[in-house]
């Protein structure tokens, strides 16, 4: 029998429509993939307001759409234009159990984990008994603590904290706490630092999902442009994941991106650190070479950070036909025992008021030599069914929720 491994990519929050209580969360109507198609369908060969000496060119995604994602709910995004007659994978969408629309959350119901109290959030900003003690700790005020975008924030704030030393703490409709500094006043690793002392102190009453590094730079063009060496310092998944229990079986886990930074390193053998999509596209190439047999799991958070949360659909969109470009790649390198897996976490859709994630179904869809090609799987309860199918696959322990879809989607 051929070493099996499983494949799964998050295209970070390529929602796929509002779930039925999106209007609890302030987002019914939300639609992060449809409303993409939307606007290039208006703006097409008008000229780019993002990308100089450019019009904005037609959305096309036709590798993504012979894998059948054009094909959900019967062409339930721009219509029949991306369905195919004979799709190459079996595909469909999922709901969301858990409460709210955050990366973890997402992140962990995916792997077996239900969240059913959301994680706290400040949207008055952190308290100002824990802000003087995190002050206490690392030796100086900080600036900011309100919810903000985090390249607004940097840009208003900037310039008092490079003339001060001061960190700008921020936080948004998710449970983090953001600090942002420039590496030419405040160190890489003394940013680090910062952020390790306030993930000790935000617990219990001051409870947090993460805590997140925000480095930038002043650029050549005297810009204020965040880096790659972003880092998260998250809570641990508070049962066994889907990585634990592959692991537990014997197997690699290799995770591309911020994947070990949701999980706190539980349950991942290999981790590698990424810069951008495409190098996450990359390194989950280079992982392909690798892995032998097991779990390889990537995140491409670019689709999120750069261009959702900064309402940029074109952006967006360009990095989604991007991608689909890179899939001839990852198929050509899978083997006959390999099965991907295309899917989201959340949604944020970029033509949405605010800058904050929106609460929508995601996407999925299942490739490879064992994977029945055209079916529409039609047990879409829950995001967990998609790790509950790879522990499966694996031969696995089986995830405290989710059910296995395996016995429909293959041959």
Not at 48 to 57: C, I, N, Q, T
Not at 137 to 155: M, R
Not at 306 to 319: L, M, S, V, W
Request: hydrophobic share 35%; with cysteine.
């Amino acid at each position: 029998m051929d070493k099996r491994r499983a494949i799964l990519i998050i295209l970070d929050s390529m929602g796929i429509g509002d779930l039925a209580d999106a209007a609890n969360y302030g987002d019914k109507g939300s639609d992060t993939l449809g409303h993409i198609v939307n606007w290039f369908d208006e703006h097409q060969g008008e000229k780019s307001e993002k990308y100089e000496d450019s019009l904005v060119p037609p959305f096309e995604i036709p590798e993504l759409s012979k894998l059948g994602l054009g094909n959900i709910g019967g062409g339930e995004f721009g219509g029949d234009r991306f369905a195919v007659e004979h799709p190459e994978g079996a595909y469909g969408k999922l709901r969301e159990l858990s409460k709210g629309k955050d990366t973890i959350t997402g992140h962990w119901e995916i792997c077996g984990i239900e969240t059913p109290t959301p994680f706290k959030t400040y949207p008055d900003g952190f308290p100002e008994e824990f802000i003087k003690t995190f002050e206490e700790k690392i030796g100086i005020e900080v600036l900011g603590n309100y919810p903000e975008s985090g390249t607004v924030i940097i840009d208003n704030l900037g310039p008092e904290h490079e003339a001060t030393g001061k960190p700008i703490v921020y936080t948004s409709s998710d449970s983090v706490f953001q600090i942002a500094a420039n590496t030419a006043v405040i160190p890489l690793e003394k940013l680090y630092w910062m952020c390790e002392t306030a993930r000790e102190l935000l617990q219990g009453e001051w409870a947090c999902g993460r805590v997140i590094a925000r480095p930038y730079i002043i650029n050549e063009k005297g810009e204020r442009e965040r880096t790659s060496d972003r880092h998260d310092y998250a809570v641990s998944p508070p049962e066994e994941t889907l990585l634990d229990k592959v692991k537990a079986a014997g197997k690699t886990v290799y995770c591309v991106g911020k994947i070990n930074d949701i999980f706190n390193g539980c349950g991942v053998t290999d981790t590698v650190h990424t810069d951008d999509n495409m190098d996450g596209v990359d390194k989950t190439l280079e992982a392909m070479n690798q892995v032998e047999e097991g779990f390889i799991f990537t995140n491409l958070v670019d689709f999120d950070s750069k261009y959702g949360h900064r309402r940029d659909p074109e952006g967006y969109g360009r990095a989604i036909m991007e991608f689909d470009n890179r899939l001839p790649e990852l198929k050509a390198a899978m083997r006959p025992g390999d099965i991907l897996i295309l899917t989201a976490d959340h949604g944020n859709d970029p033509t949405w008021s605010g800058f904050d994630h929106t609460r929508e179904h995601i996407p999925c869809v299942f490739y490879g030599n064992p994977i029945k090609a055209g079916v529409e799987f039609k047990t879409p309860e829950t995001f967990a069914n998609i790790g509950a199918t790879i522990a499966d696959y694996l031969g696995a322990e089986k995830l405290s929720i989710g059910e296995s879809m395996l016995e429909e989607i293959s041959k």
